[in-house]
């Protein structure tokens, strides 16, 4: 219930900084939600070192069509 009611959050977050991650990682995120009482979402998500090189491409592909 308190999910539901945003009263709690469980999340964890483990970053290359303070966490033996594989050296293609820059981190995990794993979180979740309540879409109702009786019904939960669990996202994960992850970073690789390469991410910003990636945001750059897909705005380069999406200008060259201009």
């Known amino acids: 219930m308190g999910l539901y009611q945003k009263e709690r959050y469980l999340t964890s977050i483990w970053d290359k900084e303070n966490n033996n ?4 990682l820059n981190y995990i995120a794993l979180d ?3 879409r109702t009482t009786g ?4 996202t994960l998500n992850y970073e690789f070192i390469n991410t910003d090189k990636c ?6 592909a999406d200008t060259d069509n201009l």
């Open 21 to 24: 991650l594989p050296n293609h």
């Open 32 to 34: 979740t939600h309540a």
């Open 39 to 42: 019904e939960g979402v669990v």
């Open 55 to 60: 945001y750059e491409e897909e705005d380069a």
